[in-house]
């Protein structure tokens, strides 16, 4: 049983890392073979025919050989280089945030197809979307669900009784909501107000057609990204830091522009 | 890697042990490296032995621009023969190296030594940005040159700077994106060929 010494799949750019004089090692996330670690030869010289098609936030199809250690990328074509992305300060660092997300939260070679479409869609959909905040939130829950850490926002998770619309907590080391009986006690938690508990659950039930369709203040988009924020930093027990950078971002474009 | 030193080749051990943590030099090489030295004369160990000492004692970063130098401020920052109303943006003192190498450029530098790369974590406060907004408040300088990497994090460092900058009402430019002398065109990428396209000029 001998497996082909080349292969091809679509992939998006996720990681880059120097290696040697010339040399990458990139992370790609692909349809079928999940996250995938290759080396790419010579991609940091002007003249390589391949850098422009490897480019991190970029869909491509890679063709690779299989190496000793790493699979070696021999070709490539792009299929979607994201220029709207590209050309854009904040749309570029959140697309840089969801990928750090993926490559946080996925381990090498474990398939995850949806995972995949979600990214695209995602990256595809980002420099059309209005509340680009929301699309952000919209990404985080669904990529919870499909690394199965989907949290638990209709009912109590403590007394499993349905949640009354009233200011409820969520609480990431359980996963999901407590109501308002059984928060005291409990580990630290996100009171939550009636409103960004609608919007989350109206986020994890829905497509993406949906984020361009609700609007929402700046109070409210602040209040779930600080909770989304805290149940991912308490998930990877670290601190995701592209999110340092948009934070930076947001004070000091307010500030310029102002 | 654990291998058992031969008590008498210590010294040759110790310095197999020095070069191999140099970048792109294994085990190996810095076995054959160490050897050379070994039977080249001994004049020749001096004089690498000396040019390695006075790299560390005698370079400085430049106060003004912070390229490598000896004397500080740099000669370029010192010259009289520079423009001084323009300020040239790269990510690495090499880049000025290669910049210096085409003679056409005659205004000062500015070395941020780093791109922002939020995933990496390194951000607006980890390179020399700070540095660089200071230079630029007395008024003296008209146009500000970004030469960052044409990839995502210098595009995003060079949009990152734009943002700062343009509000001080300076003139802010970017090295034009295209095609690389002596390549091909059908092996261009889309981002490069678009912005080439875009970027055209009468002939």
């Known amino acids: ?258 | 890697m654990e291998q058992n030193p031969i008590p008498a080749a210590q010294a040759i051990n110790r310095l197999i042990e020095e070069l191999s943590k140099l970048p792109g030099i294994g085990p190996k090489s810095a076995q054959r490296l160490a050897f050379h030295l070994l039977r080249a004369p001994e004049e020749q160990s001096k004089l690498l032995a000396e040019a390695i000492l006075s790299l560390k004692q005698k370079i400085t970063l430049c106060s003004i621009c912070f390229n490598v130098t000896e004397s500080d401020p740099c000669p370029i920052c010192r010259s009289d023969q520079r423009d001084r109303s323009q300020i040239c943006i790269v990510e690495q003192p090499q880049d000025i190296l290669a910049l210096e190498h085409t003679g056409i450029y005659r205004g000062l530098y500015h070395v941020l030594h780093g791109a922002i790369s939020p995933t990496e974590g390194v951000g607006s406060e980890d390179i020399r940005i700070r540095e660089l907004l200071r230079r630029l408040e007395d008024g003296s300088v008209k146009e500000v040159i970004l030469a960052t990497n044409p990839n995502l994090e210098g595009e995003q460092t060079a949009m990152y700077l734009s943002r700062l900058i343009s509000p001080l009402g300076i003139k802010v430019t970017r090295l034009a994106r295209g095609l690389p002398f002596g390549t091909e065109l059908e092996y261009a990428d889309d981002i490069t060929l678009t912005r080439a396209i875009e970027g055209r000029q009468e002939f």
């Open chain 1, 1 to 258: 049983m001998s497996k082909p010494r080349t292969y091809q799949t679509e992939a998006i750019i996720i990681k880059k890392t120097k290696l040697g004089e010339a040399d990458r090692i990139l992370t790609l996330f692909t349809p079928h073979l999940g996250k995938i670690q290759a080396k790419a030869r010579g991609v940091r010289r002007p003249k390589s025919k391949l850098a422009g098609h490897l480019e991190l936030l970029t869909h491509s199809l890679v063709s690779l050989a299989r190496g000793r250690n790493l699979d070696v990328i021999i070709g490539s074509q792009t299929i979607n280089s994201f220029l709207a992305l590209k050309n854009d300060l904040w749309l570029t660092s959140c697309a840089l945030y969801i990928t750090e997300l993926v490559n946080q939260f996925t381990a090498d070679n474990v398939e995850n197809y949806p995972l995949f479409q979600l990214l695209l869609e995602t990256l595809e959909q980002l420099s059309q979307m209005g509340n680009k905040e929301l699309a952000l939130r919209y990404f985080e829950l669904h990529l919870l669900d499909q690394v199965g850490y989907r949290p638990q926002l209709r009912q109590c998770v403590s007394c499993q009784q349905p949640l009354e619309p009233v200011v409820n907590c969520f609480c990431p080391s359980t996963g999901g909501m407590l109501c308002p009986n059984c928060s005291p006690g409990q580990p630290p938690s996100y009171p939550l107000s009636v409103n960004a508990q609608k919007v989350l659950r109206l986020l994890q039930n829905s497509d993406f057609s949906m984020v361009s369709r609700l609007k929402i203040d700046a109070q409210l988009s602040k209040e779930l990204e600080r909770v989304m924020g805290g149940y991912l930093k308490y998930l990877l027990e670290r601190e995701v830091k592209s999110a340092a950078w948009l934070d930076t971002l947001k004070e000091q474009i307010k500030l310029n522009t102002t």
